[in-house]
């Protein structure tokens, strides 16, 4: 079976409190999008390995067993009796984006495993064994849009449809490495939360929703923020940048022009879902 793990986008993001584990509680607001990798899981017949693992496309720049679809795939051995597994995974989402492409591939793995071999795990259970895997990993389980806290892993359906919405993405030939990203903000709870601010029209989100990683990501890497502007120039209603970054997105009520952005830029852009 092929299958097509999406991205997700943040709208709005809030660093709210530095645990004493390390971590940061955030809230924020995941979005499916429907920027994909391609997914094929097939089960061969005569092998004695755990799995064969395929990868295409963009670079997957890890070992096998360090890929978040090996860790999913040995997680689901963990509880159930699984034959052998082939995976082919064909990247395109962006790594190092704050799209959550590697957080996809992983719960797609687990839900079409379980799918096809009719395993007796529920949504429940499949979601608290992505958690495992990555904080946003869960939300694509069910895949629908969803308000997010604690970790990023503590979700709660959000009734927010966007389905007119034309998104231009945006990503440029930098990545910003999460833990670096959290390392330059300083945590505090907003004024107005993103639950009451998504309730307003879009029009009205500009000055509103804000990613607290942006402060610092545009003055490390300039261009992110550059980007954001000049989605504005080109008449975005609401631009954004997505979790740490680099990606940048901006919503628009007619179809954008994706020409004219630098060359080594990744540059999508899709009805939103």
Same mark, same amino acid.
């Given at each position: 079976m092929i299958v097509y793990p999406n991205a997700k986008i943040n709208l709005g993001l809030d660093i709210t409190n530095k645990r004493s584990d390390g971590y940061h509680d955030i809230e924020t607001l995941f979005y499916p999008i429907a920027l994909s990798d391609g997914l094929e899981v097939v089960f061969p017949q005569n092998c004695d390995a755990p799995y064969v693992w395929e990868a295409s496309g963009n670079a997957v720049d890890c070992p096998p067993e360090k890929n978040l679809c090996i860790k999913a795939l040995m997680k689901l051995r963990e509880v159930r009796d699984i034959p052998a597994v082939g995976l082919h995974l064909h990247k395109v989402v962006p790594t190092g984006a704050g799209l959550g492409g590697g957080s996809s591939d992983a719960a797609f793995v687990i839900s079409t495993i379980c799918n =096809?071999?009719?395993?007796?795990? !529920? #949504?429940?259970? $499949?979601?608290?064994? %992505? #958690?495992?895997?990555? %904080?946003?990993?869960?939300?694509?389980?069910?895949?629908?849009? #969803?308000? %997010?806290?604690?970790?990023?892993d503590v979700?709660? *359906? %959000?009734?927010?449809?966007? !389905?007119?919405?034309?998104?231009?993405l945006v990503k440029p030939d930098?990545?910003? *490495?999460?833990?670096?990203?959290? !390392?330059?903000?300083? *945590? $505090?709870?907003?004024?107005? !939360?993103?639950?009451?601010?998504?309730?307003? *029209?879009?029009?009205?989100?500009?000055?509103? =929703?804000?990613n607290d990683f942006e402060e610092s990501v545009f003055a490390e890497y300039p261009v992110v923020g550059e980007i954001k502007d000049e989605l504005y120039r080109r008449g975005a209603v609401y631009a954004s940048m997505s979790g740490s970054g680099s990606s940048v997105f901006g919503l628009f009520e007619a179809e954008p022009a994706m020409s004219g952005f630098a060359e080594e830029f990744f540059v999508w852009k899709g009805k939103m879902m």
């Open positions: =096809l071999l009719k395993l007796d795990l !529920s #949504a429940e259970e $499949q979601k608290r064994m %992505a #958690a495992g895997i990555g %904080a946003d990993c869960a939300f694509f389980i069910d895949n629908r849009p #969803a308000f %997010a806290s604690g970790i990023g979700l709660t *359906p %959000a009734d927010l449809d966007l !389905s007119n919405w034309w998104i231009l930098v990545s910003v *490495p999460t833990k670096t990203a959290y !390392s330059k903000v300083r *945590p $505090q709870k907003p004024l107005t !939360s993103i639950t009451e601010i998504v309730k307003r *029209p879009v029009a009205e989100w500009r000055g509103l =929703l804000k």
